[in-house]
């Protein structure tokens, strides 16, 4: 099994700030299968980026994903109010399917 | 628009069973993989299950492996999850997802129910 580990568990930033988020992986992600999704309180997650660094449809390009084998990055250029919340990574390259810990960004 | 719809959770004593739905609308179900994914109570998102498009390959994570059988009818835009042998860990907010492509390996998670709660308590 994979395990993804997301660093830092909390991020306290003030809107306008830039945020790097870290997922690592136990072993490495077969074809940058990794996605990164955010997820509000009471709400279901909302597909990011898909394959690394690819933004899903709708997605700002504040938003970007980058990183390849065990170490990807998400990075919000400048954060905007609505981007205050958790954010997870997951790879589908291997079975079991398997998400990080979780990030979650808040407001400082 | 796509959209998908889960029903069926509800309250279930120990050792009882449940049967979720998610209902599909907006694309061709039986295109897509399609798959579970839970989140216990403050806790993170757990990946549960996932079928193929044509229903031929099936995945389970070890914790729900021999309790939870998940299944499809293409005929009815319909996935489900019948959930035996529940236990107090099973109690979570079950989501259904749609994979972007036909196989639930390889392809990413793009779309997502509300999902329903499930809670198992006596």
């Known amino acids: 099994e994979i395990v993804l580990t997301q660093s830092p568990a909390t991020l306290s930033l003030s809107p306008g700030e830039g945020a790097t988020l870290s997922c690592g992986a136990s072993?490495?992600?077969?074809?940058?299968?990794l996605a990164w999704y955010q997820q509000k309180p009471g709400l279901a997650p909302r597909l990011l980026i898909y394959?690394?660094?690819t933004r899903a449809t709708g997605i700002p390009d504040r938003f970007s994903g980058s990183g390849s084998g065990t170490d990807f990055t998400l990075t919000i250029s400048r954060l905007e109010p609505e981007d205050f919340a958790v954010y997870y990574c997951?790879?589908?390259?291997?079975?079991?399917?398997?998400f990080g810990g979780g990030t979650k960004v808040e407001i400082k | 628009e796509v959209q998908l719809l889960e029903s069926g959770g509800g309250l279930v004593q120990p050792g009882g069973s449940l049967r979720l739905s998610c209902a599909a609308s907006?694309?061709?179900?039986?295109?897509?993989?399609m798959g579970w994914v839970r989140q216990a109570p403050g806790k993170g998102l757990e990946w549960v299950t996932a079928?193929?498009?044509?229903?031929?390959?099936?995945y389970y994570a070890d914790s729900v492996k021999g309790r939870f059988t998940i299944s499809r009818d293409n005929s009815k835009n319909t996935l489900y999850l019948q959930m035996n042998s529940l236990r107090a860990e099973d109690t979570a907010v079950h989501y259904c997802?749609?994979?972007?492509?036909?196989?639930?390996?390889?392809?990413?998670?793009?779309?997502w129910g509300k999902g329903t709660t499930v809670t198992v308590s006596s």
């Open positions: 997802a749609k994979f972007w492509g036909v196989h639930p390996l390889y392809y990413h998670m793009d779309v």
């Open positions: 907006g694309f061709t179900f039986s295109g897509y993989a």
């Open positions: 079928i193929s498009a044509s229903g031929s390959d099936i």
């Open positions: 072993q490495s992600v077969r074809s940058r299968k």
């Open positions: 394959e690394a660094s």
């Open positions: 997951q790879q589908y390259g291997d079975s079991p399917l398997t």
